[in-house]
């Protein structure tokens, strides 16, 4: 069997995370997987949702997007057809759950990080890349406030990351870029913390239904993957 | 250790599948997962959507809706904010990847099914009643149009069904109810067809992440809980 | 003459009240006449709308909606759309303006109930069977505020119900159901109180305009109807 | 009882309908009942809404709208809104069937009329004025049509005009105006045809109940009002 | 050459500004320049927009429309298609520019003026018209206040008026009607205070590129007419 | 005098154009001016729109968005809010006239291109930069389909650039970075073609009137920048 990436099964696309590429936010990464670039940028404001108000406890939350032309065809822009798609709303619920995750609310005081991840190209893996890279940029803007003296210690209790598998022509791979995803017959993402925990595990058939023992090999392949995802985020947060 | 609902932990809740309810639809069923009522209706047209026109294919689509006062305290009315939610969207995108997992498409020919899963009370695990009702009131459409000589033969090729189990104070227990979901610290949704094999797998770690061991023992919770309920979708659609 | 229903002209539609059926709600109705089927919610909140506030005042408000499969082919689901049409709209308004005819808004004090009245199966006169259902809701749902001892005593001065009449080949006739609406050549909707009161009339000439004397024998017909709704509303109440 | 505007009870406000006033439509109508003043506009297209395709049958139908400041307050536009209420949409729909019940939708043949109605100032009774002036503004768009050999015949069967009355202080009054209008117990609108037939009877209870001898005594009054409407519709439309 | 309209070079179309039309509004205006009309109202409100609150500052802000049948064909009505076009946001932003130019916000207090500008008819040179008229109603509407005591002085500074001029085959030419404008090689709105001074510039060429000195010429036209639309706009404000 | 960016008056910030960044576009450059940051791309499709069906011209239109964290403090995501402003709308029908007047729309035949303008930073004159950068996706895009022999010769005139200029303290400056922009007194955008037409004139007084003389010197400093620009663009398009 041979990927059309041509990479080994258990092959990781080169992975780029290159911090504080924003200028105005408060934490920022751009993170490349293969062709797939995403900008992950952390904003902080001082006010919580209102179902927060007067708790002392923060919030993440996440907005995903995609430029028309970061797509192989160009997509319609969602500001101007007035509103998100049901997979842009997904996505941005998984980015948040995940985030907040590994990070201690209640540590963060009555602030709030909004994670952008706006995908400048896609080769697959938007989501996945997203996490990862929004874990740098949240880390990042968490050291702003603790260097401002708006926090006292870094509310982030580990590292997370996320990646995906699948089962092509049979066999499990990591890491699907974009055409290996379109052909892939089960098609999973995971979501691993830096000491090896599950935060998010989504695994979808897309053809035949697929087993136990499948799920346990992609499994085996994100932990792979992410391990080397996590020494790449230490290394961008600079605490490698 | 106690379930609030002082069920074993591996306990469906009392299940109740009522086909034909609906007077108008092709097909419908009833479903009442211990206080979850959800009522899943199949409506069948001979347009497919405009991406599958000429290509001899079928689909099938679902949309899910809850009443406003299906939970404790009311829901604003979507129709009423002018637009659905990413909640929403999220469960009707996953309701309908499942029910498509399970059909023959191109058995089908150019003909679209609508699944409408309107939950009428919701105690927990409103998606997965709606996948597992689902499937019935498909098998009655697609009955009615070989009935009425739409179609030769049952495009279905396995039956599908979904449960919900969780981490629930350190133990894996079946079936989350409304009180159980909002304190497990893990939720994971599984989607099964008859013949065992995984369409779906979203497991979520509420606080600290989970297991790979656990991971399985909510899957082999799952597996007894869907052959339950495989029983009670044959004996629903008559084919018991 | 024969109706399309085969009723004598002066019969209303079997027509069963059933209280209690929501689980959550404080209180609720289903009724059905004939196969039109709406499930009735009242839900309290302890918040009026901001031209309420400090009037020590109440308010009442309804909203309307159908499953999308209620009718003979699916509709869209308003939520899909993104908006309520105006025939929805008018429907609720006029529910509401009903209900509010016969409640003493003084004697609630800040509070709203909000009247939830969802079609299940739609067979001609929704609205009119909704606002005879949302009376038994709303009265339950006061009881519910009595026993609670949020309200001191019942706010509700009157008993309020509707039905549709029409002129069916030059004949006027009682509660029409779809088949018959549809070829009616006039179509009124009367609200009664229950001490003979019009709250509301509304006459349409679908064909040829009416005559007075025609109107006259629709509201006849009307008030014979709504007698007999009033003698279901009692009894579903608890107060026959 | 003195009315608040002195008039007497059966007496219309000072009305005067200008036709022709709109510079590009194809017929148009200013009317003026008292302060209330409304521009009508008919505007002709050669295609019909879809499910009129091919059935050689026209349509009608009405929009209806209101300058932000022809109010007392200013209200909000409904375009910055993003979306028009339920009262316009109520409106809006009254107006359309009132011109349809006269028109001869069939001698159209495949050709629609869309009827705007824009409230410059409001006094009360604008739904009445916009049908009054409407049918005015269609008579002279469909006579356009018959001297550019469209049509060879005129297609309204009648004359149509509204007017609102009510209880006053107890007593049956003719044509409100706002004070008026915002004190009635009662308030009704008629949509009668110049032979006397009743188009559209909508009586609504704004306190107590109303009795059947009071909706006969506002009928009564409303015909004498659409009887001095309809010789001004003559007199502007030329046919008087 | 002769321009389409005949009209001299330098010619300004018929321009009549007739103050206070609308019954309910602080201050209003209906211009008409030649076929275009255009109904300004100015409505004084007591509270200014959120990021003013505490200043001590006023706001003047400005929404345009335009009934649906003011073109030569129906437009759709933006209240019904649910938002306002790019060209109608674009407008109503420089009216409001416009406006504040010659305002003395500090001098208002904390209180709003919302200037609506409603095209009846439009021929050309809408946006200008609306300028020039909703000076006369903002005036107006300050002198109301004057009156009441709400101000102590007028708040304007300066008159502002617009016109729109063209470059018409090859030649400048001034107030451009529709016919000339959807010909005209190149486009350009002046706004321009009492004093001379230029508040706004905004050219374009439709077709060729303009040079320095054609720019140069149309500003002269502009001057040329400006001029006498502050002669119209005094006298319209009294203060001729 | 001195700016605060320090620059000269007459001194352009530097400007980095590279071209071919998107992986997928059929023509692509990010501009940097300073810290103003955008990526402009050039999707070509060979469906026009509805309006030039059968005319055998072509069409060239700009959208325009931001990144939430492209500026100091967040900015709500549009596609979130469900709506462009009126900023982004007219921005982006600036950027499409602009690209237009260079094109020859004719000589396209019947295909359009979009360009997306999508700012990653922003630091003042975004939409000017929007423009210099999309010319250069644009001429890159019908390169492209000059190779693949969709085009037989290059549709597009001349160039085109832009620039912003303002009276910063009385003096005139140009390209204004947004520290500049926020205190000038007179902000004007300059749109110009490579032989030295003007395409769009935009000038705002921000508090006092400007002067003709004021304007003319603007423009002479936009001249200066864009000749710098046109060199850059060439150099970009390969054809220095």
């Given at each position: 069997m041979t990927r059309p990436s041509g990479r080994a099964p258990d092959a990781l696309r080169p992975a780029i995370l290159e911090p504080g590429v924003a200028r105005h936010a408060e934490g920022s990464c751009r993170i490349r997987m293969g062709n797939t670039e995403v900008l992950c940028t952390a904003s902080v404001e001082s006010r919580v949702p209102p179902f927060l108000r007067g708790t002392g406890q923060g919030w993440v939350t996440a907005e995903y997007g995609m430029l028309p032309r970061a797509t192989h065809t160009r997509s319609d822009r969602e500001a101007?057809?007035?509103?998100?798609?049901?997979?842009?709303?997904?996505?941005?619920r998984l980015i948040g759950r995940s985030l907040r995750a590994v990070t201690d609310?209640?540590?963060?005081?009555?602030?709030?990080?909004?994670?952008?991840?706006?995908?400048l190209t896609a080769d697959g893996g938007t989501r996945c890349a997203?996490?990862?890279g929004a874990w740098v940029a949240l880390h990042l803007a968490f050291r702003h406030c603790m260097k401002m003296n708006v926090l006292a210690s870094m509310p982030l209790k580990d590292q997370v990351a996320a990646v995906s598998c699948g089962i092509w022509q049979g066999e499990p791979?990591?890491?699907l870029d974009y055409a290996e995803d379109s052909k892939a017959e089960t098609d999973a993402n995971f979501v691993l913390t830096g000491?090896?925990?599950?935060?998010?595990?989504?695994?979808?058939a897309e053809g035949e239904p697929f087993s136990e023992a499948q799920l346990l090999s992609l499994?085996?392949?994100?932990?792979?993957?992410t391990e080397q995802l996590f020494r790449l985020q230490r290394s961008a947060a600079g605490i490698g």
């Open positions: 101007a057809r007035g509103k998100q798609s049901g997979r842009t709303q997904e996505i941005q609310l209640k540590a963060m005081g009555e602030m709030a990080v909004t994670l952008d991840c706006d995908v997203s996490i990862t791979v990591l890491d000491r090896g925990g599950l935060v998010e595990v989504q695994g979808t499994l085996g392949l994100a932990r792979q993957g």
